[in-house]
């Protein structure tokens, strides 16, 4: 089909990509921000998500999950060193006052409100409990901390706040049942998961294919036009490449594309709903069709070549070939099976073969024809992902990308607009994902360096590629490095994949001198068939 037809598509999602991020996507990101609850004696307990398992007569039954309070003992991380305690509700339910039974080593479940955390703690361990469980008057999670004037604390037992869903069915299981036991424990993730390897080379392998399409599509181009220069005494109006348009982007457009993105984003975060990531999830599939039909076409002509090269004239598509009509059909079909069970645990497979077609196909219609504008749009998008996810706390009051990327005012596990790999070995489970913008925008960057090696005859230690492949997976990696050091708080990808892969990119031209084409040109001059076609004939008339 016409690529041209749907590029906007094209561009509506690289848009839309630039709202994700490389992140942990678990419970919630409420254990961070340490120091909007300063610490003092009796009460400096790390704020930890806590495992409450639930058991039934005996019979292992739901599991829940809460945070530690900043006064207590601390919770154990081990499940094995964690006990098995009788839960009981507490009488009266807000713990507020000396209670009417003696608790005798069973963790206690309180109501919150009326009184300070530390007095419900206070009272529940002077009845003998072995725990607090408190349960919130919110459906969020809450951190518990301790009032100003507090001191001297000095409580012996753990204290954890439920959300009020959980409490519910707490209740509800005490109601129904003779004997409910519980079992608190806080498990470390671990250092390293092989979801972010696996995410890691995938980013890269998907820039790697990319830019070698794009590459040979323009030396195929170069060959192509050096001929019509030879047969014909004019240049081609139009810039086409196997019979997909190009799109160069301009300086201007470069930083319209990021304010663009900017206010899309606003408006995820203020209209985010589920009909909302329903529409995103369309608009994934429309690109994701086009784009992977695109794909395939291109990987099944080198078998298929007459199929690829007979057309059919199709109503209001115009002329398709016979190759692109048998593929059609399996890609729609392949986008709606995933549309209609995105929500599933292995939805993710289907989600990332979308995504990187899609990326792929954007990478190779859309080109920076130099440097100067690869510049002007990484250092706008390194600009805008800093802001986004750091400085848009002061005038949100929480980071708008994180909340957007999440999805946490949709009710569903964020937008489809990115690569997710679960977190297989995880004890909190959930997702490693990179965002698209993560994958394109450096993506575009180092296409054109490869572009410009094959253009110039550069061998692959001589040029640029190399180098800037090298760039990004180093500052990719480290990105990592920093998700990891921050307990899984989300990073914003580019502020260590720019420097590194445009850094790197600068550097090197400047030292073989090679930055003014680079900047200006964005391609080496070669010599003009026309002018050496016109100089022979000259030579044979002076003959």
């Known amino acids: 089909m016409n690529l041209q037809r749907l590029s906007w598509v094209f561009l ?17 990101d409420i254990v961070h921000d340490d120091d909007s609850a300063p610490k003092k004696p009796g009460c400096e307990n790390d704020f930890v998500l806590v495992k409450v398992q639930t058991w039934i007569d005996g019979i292992e039954h739901e599991e829940f999950v809460g945070v530690g309070a900043r006064f207590g003992t601390p919770i154990v991380s ?36 009326q009184c300070k955390f530390t007095t419900k703690a206070n009272i529940a361990e002077a009845a003998g409990a072995s725990a607090v469980l408190i349960i919130n008057n919110q459906k969020e999670l809450y951190k518990m901390v301790c009032d100003p004037d507090e001191t001297d604390l000095d409580i012996q037992i753990p204290a954890v706040i439920l959300p009020q869903d959980a409490g519910a069915s707490l ?16 498990p470390k993730r671990p250092l390293v998961d092989v979801a972010e390897v696996f995410l890691w080379l995938m980013a890269v392998a998907t820039i790697l294919c990319a830019s070698y399409w794009s590459a040979w599509s323009a030396r195929e181009a170069a060959i192509e036009q050096d001929k019509l220069l030879k047969d014909a005494d004019e240049i081609p109006n139009a810039k086409a490449v196997g019979g997909s348009t190009i799109v160069d982007i301009s300086t201007a457009s470069a930083v319209l594309f990021v304010v663009f993105a900017s206010f899309f984003l606003v408006m995820l975060y203020e209209f985010m709903s589920y009909w909302f990531i329903e529409l995103l999830v369309i608009l994934f599939c429309i690109g994701g069709v086009e784009a992977l039909q695109t794909c395939l076409v291109a990987l099944l002509s080198r078998w298929f070549k007459h199929a690829a090269e007979s057309f059919i004239k199709v109503p209001f598509f115009g002329a398709i070939s016979y190759l692109t009509l048998a593929v059609f059909p399996f890609c729609v079909t392949f986008a709606v099976i995933w549309a209609v069970y ?17 990326i792929i196909t954007v990478l190779q219609i859309v080109h920076v024809p130099n440097l100067k504008v690869a510049t002007v749009l990484l250092s706008c998008a390194f600009l805008y992902d800093i802001f986004w996810v750091f400085l848009s706390k002061k005038l949100f009051h929480e980071s708008v990308m994180i909340v957007v990327a999440r999805g946490d005012k949709s009710g569903e596990d964020g937008i489809p607009m990115l690569l997710k790999i679960p977190r297989l070995f995880d004890p909190w489970g959930g997702y490693s994902i990179i965002g698209f913008g993560d994958i394109l925008l450096p993506g575009l960057v180092i296409a054109f360096s490869l572009r410009y090696d094959w253009l110039a005859n550069k061998s692959l230690r001589a040029g640029y590629f190399l180098w800037a492949m090298f760039a990004y997976g180093f500052g990719l990696l480290v990105t990592y490095v920093a998700l990891n050091l921050m307990d899984g708080h989300g990073q914003p990808a580019l502020l260590y994949i720019v420097p590194f892969t ?12 090679d930055l003014k084409v680079l900047w200006t040109r964005g391609e080496p001059e070669r010599p003009c068939p026309h002018v050496q076609l016109q100089h022979s004939q000259e030579l044979n008339e002076e003959k």
């Open 78 to 113: 081990k499940e094995k060193k964690a006990h098995h305690d009788h839960l009981t509700l507490a009488d009266p339910r807000d713990s507020c006052s000396k209670p009417k039974k003696k608790y005798s080593g069973d963790v206690v479940m309180v109501d919150r409100g």
């Open 171 to 186: 209740e509800k299981m005490l109601m129904n049942s003779s004997s409910v036991s519980v079992q608190l424990y806080s």
């Open 342 to 358: 995105h929500k599933v645990s292995f939805a993710w497979i289907g989600q990332d073969i979308l995504g990187i077609a899609l």
């Open 502 to 513: 445009l850094g790197t990119f600068l550097t090197l031209g400047k030292k073989r001198g």
């Open 12 to 28: 509506l999602l690289v848009g839309i990509s630039l709202v994700c991020y490389p992140a942990s996507v678990i419970a919630g």
